[in-house]
């Protein structure tokens, strides 16, 4: 008798899993979210979304040009950092800067050439749009690289070494060629399995709610536990094809170099897709409702995994509480362990921590669905 019952269950959850497919399969919803956004999203945050700074139009004014001052701002119009554009007067260069034509305005006084040959120097004013502060920091930048360069090349035209009291050496270590597209699509990687494991599963099992069809499932010998055994088997297969998908456009599409292991990055994604599938079956338990199950879902894990898990804000240069706040998303961990496969390798004292974290939550998710969720009507 327990071998039979044992048999039963198991054959009634092999029914479960086909019909879940044979759902999946008849609803384009479910297919366009596993596979139409992650594409979407891909495309869209790695060719759209930059947090690079390249051809900044910038406004050059020199006041009385010289071979000096021209060969300064060649040097500039040489860089491909920049969009140069020539104005005869500071009013007409600030005019531009008012209307958003350019981002920054370099100003060469009338005694550029003579104060260049003095031991004080010579100034030059630099004035940068900080309505955007990440790019007014980054045109600063470039624009001071610029001058030491060409300084270092008049320099070594003259004979003459250039002196300076610090020679700052610089190295950059994992994202050699400081491509945002590096950092921002291996953290796409997390958003779009939390819209595949949560969202998607909030939206299917309420649905069955609005539409009657777990009612005839509860009058059948299938327990709950066989039920949420079969919606989270389907649902893990499909967003780990879309975790695939989305892996294979970054690396091959992108260019983003998987340093890590490949097998260690799907063991921790099925650990954080059990997570969301956790999430996803928790909000439409409670929530029996699908408007309401996608607006908790949009608003309680997809808006935090955005902006809260480290995916494009550095969670250091928040506040301490919102600092804490974070460390109640799960995306957080997982775009963790995502950013440092992709870049760093399989390094384990970031890897296990997170790793823990990413069990801890899916056991407790998956134990807030099990308790909520009982064979009856109300």
Known sequence: MKGEFRGGSMMRLKGLVKKEFLQIARDPSSIAIAFLMPLFLLVLFGFGVSLDADHLPVALVAEQPTADSDDFLASIEGSHYFVPQHFLTMAAA????????????????????????????????????????????????????????WLERRAKSAGREMVTPVQLEQRVWYNGD?????????????????????????????????????????????????????????????????????????????????????????????????AALGMGLAISTLARNQFVAGQIAIVGTFLPAFLLSGFIFDIDSMPSVVQFITHLIVARYFVSIVQTLFMAGNVWSVVLPNVFALIVMAIFFMGITWRKSRKRLE
Not at 127 to 148: E, H, K, P, S
Not at 242 to 253: D, H, T
């Open 94 to 149: 600030e005019e531009a800067m008012r209307e958003g034509r350019v981002n920054a305005i370099v100003h060469l006084r009338a005694d550029f050439a003579k104060r260049l040959y003095r031991p004080d120097g010579a100034a030059i004013q630099v004035i940068v749009n900080g309505v955007d502060a990440n790019t007014a920091r980054l045109t600063q930048g470039y624009l001071q690289g610029v001058w030491v360069n």
């Open 178 to 274: 400081v491509k945002s597209r590096n950092f921002l699509v291996p953290g796409l990687v997390a958003i779009i399995m939390t819209l595949i494991g949560t969202l998607l599963t909030a939206l299917v099992m309420a649905r069955e709610w609005e539409r009657g069809t777990l009612e005839a499932l509860l009058v059948t010998p299938v327990t709950m536990t066989e039920v949420l055994l079969g919606k989270i088997i389907a649902y893990f297969a499909l967003g780990t094809g879309g975790m695939l998908l989305s892996v294979g456009l970054a690396v091959w599409l992108f260019g983003v170099p998987l340093v890590g292991s490949f097998w260690l990055l799907w063991i921790c994604a099925s650990l954080f897709l059990l």
